[in-house]
């Protein structure tokens, strides 16, 4: 049970600024998820949490209290990595009573095998207990890790990407059972990534952080819809939000006759965004030439060149295109966003 | 015109079977994909038609000549892996001109391939830098651009973009097929990634445990797998499967009411009782009240992917995945109805895993 705050946070290594003033309110029981790339800051906002890294200026406040001070082991959270860092020598069992066996927290041996027989039982390795760990799959010493966290009932769980070494059908169904398993706790979970289908599909809210700057807070529905900026429109969704540069004239038109009203001279550059799935194929819009189709089984992902500019749409696999087509394309007025070229300000939404 | 064809090919690793009985006839100018786990033999397959791996037994025809016997230089294909595989020392130019050095090629005749192949590959601006001074992606291309001067018979690739991040991936997917669309060169290529395969192939060999699953196109591998292999294989989220009962000409969960299917369908499955049916996520129709002809359940964990969401839904004892529209059940714990597509249903031998074939 916590709550997460941190109020100002700033962070530099040398002179790269790893963090400028990260604010971020994180309620308890709520799973929470930064999204950036490598080198974003994600990591250090993760370790400044833990206690792993002081930030140079900047409060971190675990329930209200005051924790910036504090060294890693007084603020009883837990961390799981990508790597699993678990001991090779020692079985599943051992691994999992390591934390309760330390002279900080001194833990009766029945409350311990009662404690690890309910962990191996909600993330289903029971019938691994007694094997060594390097005898384990990767999503075996995964869950092993993350039971390793589980027992010692911290306030919170911190996650470092904790599925990307996994492969593609393991992180699918890991991803579920954590996000099964959090909801169970209730417990607050930080999780950090770089993947945009696990953001998306875990968290009940998203920060997405660029160099250093945490860019938009929201849900994972509010961050698709409602991106801010052309970095946050990118960031989310695949294939990526078509962006297209263009100019404003006479508010801008969105290709079915109706306009945005938009502030500003006419003749400013701006950036329409598209998404994939908002453009059609068929009916009236602008002329493109199909370049290739890829058929996913559940849709088409098509991409096409509509004068200088490189598009793709999503259509259902129904729908019959042939690469060197000519086509119509037109989009959903309604989900088209408009940017600022200059500053990439979303300027509708 | 290079026709690959493996004929009975086998092959062990001590007492592992690791290429088992393989036929197989790529056709000229295909692009054909192996698809499997790690330690399925894909990768050992392709090898083995390179040159780089001996066989047991069987026979491997390219251009309709034998070459099981002769050395890989000999083959004339050209091989591309997941590691690079470049010389750090020496430039873009020099890296992709090496092959044709080897051969003694005239300098000037050199240059134009190499600028040509460049050219296509759109990295001639890159001509000058040495390898470490490139991303992940383009390090790709001059790998593919070596393989591509010496105009090979046919390319073999290995997982070539299995190591580039996701968003370099689906740029590299494009450039692979518009390349091949325009060198149409025979292709086979190997990954383990499902989405890779339905985006370049045209068609898909499956393969599990030496064996070949099943050789199709990407629909066809799709919409009518041959095993529960196949089937929970290829597509994302994978396909639903579930032990199920046939009674009173309705299919039953345990647990919850039995789904009905239009007689057509029912009878095909004659007196089976037991069996696993499949059901892909999205032919899983969902409604907010209850409706005739569906099934009680309850939404679950909601994943909210923007474009769509994924929900898992408690139907019984079973726990079935759905692709619906963004936002359509609010919230976790929701009570909702559904029902499964019967044109879009599976069902497959609880004991063997292979299709029943029976379909709409």
Known sequence: MAHIELRGVFKRFGSVTALSDINLDIPDGQFFVLLGETGAGKTTTLRVVAGLDKPQGGQVLIDGQDVTGWGAAERDVALVLQQYSLYPRYTVRQNLEFPLKSPMRRVAAAAIAERIAKVSRTLRIEHLMDRKTDRLSGGEMQRVSIGRAIVRNPKVFLMDEPLSALDAKLRESLRAELKDLQMSLGETFLFVTHDQVEAMSMGDRIGVLNRGVLVQVGTPADIYARPVNTFVARAVGAPAMNLLPGRQEDGADLGDGRTLPLAGEAGRAVIFGVRPEDLEIGGAGIEARVTDVENHGVEKIVTLQAGPHRVRATVPVTVQVRAAEMVRLGWNPARVHVFDAETGRNLRF | MTQIELRNVNKHFGSVHVINNVNLTVADREFVVFLGQSGCGKTTTLRAIAGLET??????????????????????????????????????????????????????????????????????????????????????????????????????????????????????????????????????????????????????????????QQVGTPEQVYADPVNLFVAQFVGSPVMNVVDVTVQDGRVVIPGAEGLSFPPALMTQLGGKRELSFGIRPEALDLALTPTEGFVAAEAHIIEPLGSHDIIDLRVGQALLRARVRSGFVAKAGTPVWLRADAGRAHFFDRATGASLGVRL
Do not use: W
């Not at chain 2, 240059?111 to 490139?134: E, F, H, M």
């Not at chain 2, 070539?160 to 091949?180: F, Y």
């Not at chain 2, 339905?198 to 599990?208: E, K, Q, S």
């Open chain 2, 55 to 212: 066989i047991d037994s069987g026979e491997i025809l390219i251009g309709g000549a034998p070459v099981q016997n002769l050395r890989p230089e000999a083959r004339d294909v050209a091989f591309v892996f997941q590691s690079f595989a470049l010389y750090p020392h020496l430039t873009v130019f020099e890296n992709m001109a090496f092959p044709l050095r080897a051969v003694r090629m005239a300098t000037g005749e050199i240059d134009s391939t190499v600028r040509r192949v460049a050219g296509v590959l759109q990295i001639g601006n890159l001509l000058k830098r040495r390898p470490s001074a490139l991303s992940g992606g383009d390090l790709q291309r001059v790998a593919i651009g070596r393989a591509l001067v010496r105009n090979p018979k046919a390319m073999l690739m290995d997982e070539p973009i299995g190591s580039l991040d996701a968003k370099l991936r689906e740029e590299m997917r494009v450039e692979l097929k518009r390349l091949h669309v325009e060198q149409g060169s025979t292709t086979i290529y190997v990954t383990h990634d499902q989405i890779e395969a339905m985006a370049l192939a045209d068609r898909i060999v499956v393969m599990h445990a030496g064996v070949l």
